[in-house]
């Protein structure tokens, strides 16, 4: 079982829509996570990190299920400008230094 | 944006040249790494450092090595490059903080060098 696994997508989806993502960890021992997005051919950028007890930053929502290890992004009224790969990074250790990266969810968001 | 440059942008060799790919910092941050991106793998970790003259290995180390002489500067080399080191190299910065008793941290990406090699 890989360390950090993403459904890769793509998942097409009109504006306005909906559109959750799952990301699962088997490191029972990280303690960071995060999302970030990826536009074509550029860095990943942070886009927010999970706490345990959930948080929104606009019209994004992240929620860690540590019985369960998963992380979940929610992003609502989907704008053509949300169109990226979104990816998770969880932590190896109780340190938070050393980052596993999923691979990636492509979302279009399309008119 | 943080104040990461990675130098080439692009760079095109041939099997077997040494390859030195830069990676620059503005932000005084301790920790840098590299990653090499591939499709079908994502983002995996090479190298590390947790300071001036320290570092260690990632996951996918074998065929680099990194030098980090000062703070500001991490490089990566490809002693004699292959085909199978043509890759996205990212480069990327972390500084530790606690939190209410846990260690967080966010890692923050320079722009990438795009390397092939023939």
């Known amino acids: 079982r890989k360390e950090v696994e993403q459904d890769p997508g793509p998942f097409n989806v009109p504006e306005g829509a909906t559109v959750a993502f799952n990301c699962t960890y088997s490191?029972?021992?990280?303690?960071?996570f995060f999302w970030y997005r990826q536009d074509c051919r550029k860095e990943p950028k942070l886009l927010m990190s999970v706490y345990s007890s959930g948080n929104e930053d606009g019209r994004f929502t992240a929620q860690l299920n540590r019985a369960s290890q998963y992380i979940s992004l929610l992003i609502r009224d989907s704008k053509l400008s949300d169109s990226a790969t979104y990816l998770c990074a969880v932590s190896r250790d109780n340190y938070g230094q050393n980052f596993v990266f999923g691979p990636g969810t492509r979302l279009s968001v399309l008119p | 944006d943080a104040g990461i440059t990675q130098s080439p942008r692009h760079k095109v060799t041939e099997t077997g040249t040494p390859v030195t790919l830069r990676c620059h910092q503005t932000e005084n941050h301790r920790y840098m790494y590299w990653y090499r991106q591939d499709p079908g793998h994502g983002l995996r970790l090479i190298h590390y450092s947790y300071g001036v003259k320290d570092t260690d290995k990632g996951e996918v180390s074998d065929g680099y090595s990194v030098s980090r002489s000062k703070t500001e500067d991490f490089l990566l080399t490809l002693e004699s490059a292959t085909s199978s080191q043509t890759s996205v190299y990212f480069c990327?910065?972390?500084?530790?903080?606690?939190?209410?008793?846990?260690?967080?941290?966010?890692?923050?990406f320079g722009p990438g060098t795009r390397l092939t090699v023939l």
């Open positions: 490191n029972s021992a990280s303690q960071s």
């Open positions: 990327a910065i972390s500084e530790l903080f606690r939190t209410s008793g846990s260690n967080t941290d966010t890692q923050y």
